[in-house]
């Protein structure tokens, strides 16, 4: 028909593609793309592809590369070493770091070769080298290997290292003002050390704590001059430092500038600075932070006006506020943890549950004025039982926290903090499908001492269990009082490497508060950090937990607790304070809270004791700046009965692998529980139908590499 009315004309034929020529044409497009995106070298120019810096055998290399103006094309690698990307004349030089460079990425811009320029960075390599106190250090040889074919270059440069010249001899004059441990801790905190070779920015590290120290003591125009004699011969350094303390100084004036619309006096309060007090750095560092953690404000500085001729200093706080509303929303995922969020315990919990959830989230900074802080979180949530990712049940949920926050209560940096945490769905501490409502409210005062370092708070608690029909447990409600102290001597709170760190919490309900149990719950900390050679950390951590129930108001009927979950309720306490072990931030052979005494009624695990202990080691070993392993080892106990067993060590040995984020290294642990540690002599547990062969691992039971234990993935360090 169609060929009748155009006159014969031939019929449409239509090709079809097969697979392999698809493949060429989406090479094709791909070419073309890269082709269109590649960095390109100018004309009469060279691209510096490769720049190799030899005999750097007591020196990083990279350190001295931060230095220099020619530098080769980025590639993409790792590089092992525990430190994080150098920075020109900033220590450590000497780190030990090994790049690993595998290619460039065509769109990656071409670093042009400049003679002029890497004639000048000859000079500065051996100018680096005499900054660190090596200098006989000399460029020995110089290699540059042009490609004319791709207007390319690569440039190699040889070094000469010599002999360092050390420090024989530190002197420190002026500090007769200060007394006599200020003036140890002075001379100790000097960067410079004797027999260490000499190094330019130590010495001015040096002359920096000198003068810190006499700032700290009131002495705010206080300087330190050096003078350094070299003996070229001995290869040998006399230092001497001339501190010129200057008149003891007082706070004179203060003002506040940048507040805007907020009230003044919060800030008037959270400084304590007074006019006439006499001046120190941690007097201003610490208005500083507690005038930060009013909340409102993006930043905050305090700005110093010495008066001439007077021994004054006035002030001038300048603070900048932030958004005072904010609101978000999102979807994240939960696996096996959550945060205290009353009360001030510093501890979190772990438990055999995980979900996803949407999240929203709104904060008022300035609610009412007077910069209190309303925040109101909700998470909807599909929650499942472990282990993860497994899916046997799963149950729609809800997880709601308001916190407010009213500063300057009773005091000027004391903050009442008020909060309600409403989770509804199966019970993370029971698992199984016990659904219920789980509400905690307190309210209490919380203040720091000692420059943060020291976190004081007392709140009274109510937790109210509404159970539906038909579940294990009945309703009940606990009302106590809970006080925490956490004292952190950690050089950071994230990922520490040297310090220590303790923390106590106490817990006391009934007695005059209206309380289904009277009962003293005590739960100490203690955790230690060493760093060792390598960038290696050695970590340590012991805990206590004691729990006395004198009291119970819980009713158990004859025949109506067939599976004894209610005189176990009655006996053990609250199911969210009972002490657990087991899980991620625990003995991590064990699934979470399966640890020492527990119970198995149909798929529902019904955990926790009276006693506790437990205590960690873990070596944390660096591979790249962002990447490292541990080795660790657990042991613990948790017992229903009045004792500690000490002969029941349930010993964990494990491997784990942390990736550093913003938030805190990602985490995953393997633990593995040889059945020989796990009891010594007769084993008195009370493991019920559940793990009754004393076998560990995720509700319920297993293995893995033929081995029981347990595997977590989290965020944050074990502690």
Not at 89 to 101: E, G, K, L, Q, T
Not at 291 to 297: D, E, Q, S, T, V
Not at 400 to 416: C, K, N, S, Y
Not at 576 to 583: D, E, M
């Amino acid at each position: 028909m169609a060929g009748s009315m155009h006159g014969g004309s031939r019929p449409a034929r239509t090709r079809v593609i097969g697979p392999a020529a698809l493949r060429r044409a989406g090479w094709l497009v791909a070419a073309l793309v890269l082709n269109h995106c590649a960095a390109s070298i100018p004309p009469k120019h060279s691209g510096v592809t490769r720049f190799e810096l030899h005999g750097t055998q007591r020196m990083d290399e990279q350190a001295i590369m931060a230095c220099l103006a020619t530098r080769a094309r980025p590639r993409a690698g790792i590089v092992l070493g525990d430190t994080d990307e150098p920075r020109c004349d900033v220590p450590p030089f000497d780190a030990s770091r090994v790049p690993i460079s595998l290619w460039a990425w065509p769109w990656t811009d071409w670093p042009l070769y400049d003679s002029n320029i890497f004639d000048r960075d000859l000079d500065r390599i051996e100018r680096w080298y005499q900054a660190r106190g090596y200098y006989g250090a000399r460029v020995t040889n110089v290699v540059r290997t042009p490609h004319a074919g791709d207007q390319t270059i690569e440039l190699s440069v040889t070094v000469h290292e010599g002999d360092p010249v050390r420090v024989a001899r530190i002197d420190v004059v002026g500090l007769e003002l200060l007394s006599q441990s200020a003036q140890a801790s002075a001379r100790a905190s000097i960067a410079l050390k004797l027999a260490e070779p000499f190094d330019e920015a130590m010495y001015e590290a040096s002359k920096r704590v000198l003068v810190a120290a006499l700032r700290e003591a009131s002495y705010a125009r206080a300087q330190v001059t050096g003078h350094v004699v070299v003996n070229p011969i001995t290869r040998s350094v006399q230092v001497s430092f001339e501190a010129k303390p200057g008149d003891s100084c007082r706070i004179g004036r203060i003002r506040i500038s940048g507040a805007a619309q907020l009230p003044v006096a919060p800030i008037w309060g959270a400084a304590d600075l007074q006019e006439g007090q006499t001046f120190s750095v941690s007097a201003l560092q610490d208005a500083k932070r507690a005038i930060y953690a009013l909340g409102p404000f993006a930043s905050v500085d305090i700005q110093e006006l010495p008066r001439k001729n007077e021994p004054f200093v006035d002030l001038v706080i300048k603070v900048v506020p932030g958004r005072m509303f904010r609101f978000g929303v999102g979807v994240g995922m939960l696996s096996g943890s959550s945060s205290a969020l009353s009360g001030g315990d510093p501890t979190t919990d772990s438990f055999a549950q995980w979900d996803v959830h949407l999240v929203a989230r709104a904060e008022d900074r300035n609610f009412l004025g007077g910069m209190r802080r309303l925040s109101v979180e909700d998470h909807p949530r599909l929650i499942f039982g472990e282990p993860f990712p497994g899916t046997q049940s799963s149950h729609l949920g809800n997880l709601l926290v308001v916190e407010f926050r009213q500063p300057a209560f009773v005091e000027p940096r004391t903050t009442l903090i008020a909060s309600v945490r409403w989770d509804r769905g199966p019970d993370p501490f029971g698992g199984g499908d016990l659904l219920r409502s789980d509400v905690v409210a307190g309210i209490g005062p919380q203040r720091q001492f000692l420059d943060g370092r020291l976190t004081l708070t007392s709140a009274l608690n109510v937790n109210l269990f509404i159970a539906d029909h038909g579940a294990l447990y009945p309703d009940y409600h606990a009302t106590y009082f809970q006080h925490a102290a956490a004292l952190d001597l950690r050089d950071q709170p994230r990922q520490p490497r040297r310090g220590s760190y303790f923390a106590l919490t106490v817990q006391h309900a009934g007695y005059f508060l209206p309380s289904d149990w009277n009962y003293l719950r005590i739960t100490p900390e203690a955790r230690g950090y060493i760093r060792l050679p390598l960038g290696m950390v050695l970590a340590g951590r012991a805990r206590v937990g004691l729990m006395e129930i004198t009291n119970s108001d819980i009713h158990v009927s004859a025949n109506g607790d067939p599976t004894g979950s209610v005189q176990r309720l009655r006996d053990l306490g609250p199911l969210r304070q009972r002490l657990r072990g087991g899980g991620h931030n625990s003995v991590r052979g064990y699934a979470p809270n399966a640890l020492g005494d527990v119970s198995e009624v149909g798929n529902h695990l019904d955990s926790g004791g009276l006693r506790q202990w437990e205590t960690s080691l873990e070596l944390r070993i660096p591979i790249t700046a962002s990447f490292g392993s541990v080795l660790f080892a657990d042991i613990g106990d948790v017992s229903r009965e009045k004792t500690f067993r000490f002969n029941v060590p349930q010993t964990t040995l494990g491997v784990g692998l942390r990736y550093k984020t913003i938030v805190g290294p990602l985490r995953l642990d393997a633990g593995f529980a040889p059945s020989a540690l796990q009891v010594f002599g007769h084993d008195d547990r009370v493991r019920n139908a559940y793990q009754s062969d004393g076998t560990i691992g995720a509700f319920p039971e297993s293995s893995f590499l033929g081995v029981n234990g347990a595997i977590h993935f989290t965020i944050g360090e074990a502690f």
